[in-house]
T-cell receptor
């Protein structure tokens, strides 16, 4: 069974204080790893897809990286508007390859 | 691209009542998904449609749950004889190609009293 574990559960940063969120995963065959951002009362918003170890994707202050066991979401010089829950999900390359297995998320709070 | 639309945004019902939610996917997307999310948890897969065909139902989807997607357009999720444990956010998502990312709607928040 696919598993995704995210750490920390919650992270509080000062504006401009860079940090990283971790996503550890167990999957029989990885088709893709996804990062989403979720604001309170809203649905998840797609950020990145990573497909193979060593791959990196960047968007504004966010950079996602992937190894064979985990992914990191690096946040550089965060702003208060980056406050949200960040969700990681994996897609198995097996039979039910349309299904995403999500972690519980990391709640990020950026104080001004 | 107007995004995935879900209706209603909030639903409060009494235990034992039936409820129905609607999802309108992004117009050119032929793949549609339902997920359920409870407080402090990530979304959990419920069911998947490719066009009008329902290709998989999670074991989370008991016999009280039924989903349809007539003509491969909008979808409905019905819960019969609601229980307090059904209280959750019900999320709909759609995608275009096999490897396209899922685009989620803002969900329907169900509260069963």
């Amino acid at each position: 069974e696919d598993q995704v574990t995210q750490s920390p559960e919650a992270l509080r940063l000062q504006e401009g204080e860079s940090s990283s969120l971790n996503c550890s995963y167990t999957v029989s065959g990885l088709r893709g790893l996804f990062w989403y951002r979720q604001d309170p009362g809203k649905g998840p918003e797609f950020l990145f897809t990573l497909y193979s170890a060593g791959e990196e994707k960047e968007k504004e202050r966010l950079k996602a990286t992937l190894t064979k066991k985990e992914s990191f979401l690096h946040i550089t010089a965060p702003k208060p508007e980056d406050s949200a829950t960040y969700l990681c999900a994996v897609q198995n390359s097996g039979g039910s390859n349309y299904k995403l297995t999500f972690g519980k998320g990391t709640l990020l709070t950026v104080n001004p | 691209d107007t995004g995935v639309s879900q209706d209603p945004r909030h639903k409060i019902t009494k235990r034992g009542q039936n409820v129905t939610f609607r999802c309108d996917p992004i117009s050119e997307h032929n793949r549609l998904y339902w997920y359920r999310q409870t407080l402090g948890q990530g979304p959990e897969f419920l069911t998947y449609f490719q066009n009008e065909a329902q290709l998989e139902k999670s074991r989370l989807l008991s016999d009280r749950f039924s989903a349809e997607r007539p003509k491969g357009s909008f979808s409905t999720l019905e819960i019969q004889r609601t229980e307090q444990g059904d209280s959750a956010m019900y999320l709909c998502a759609s995608s275009h190609y096999e490897d396209s990312p899922l685009h989620f709607g803002n969900g329907t928040r169900l509260t069963v009293t």
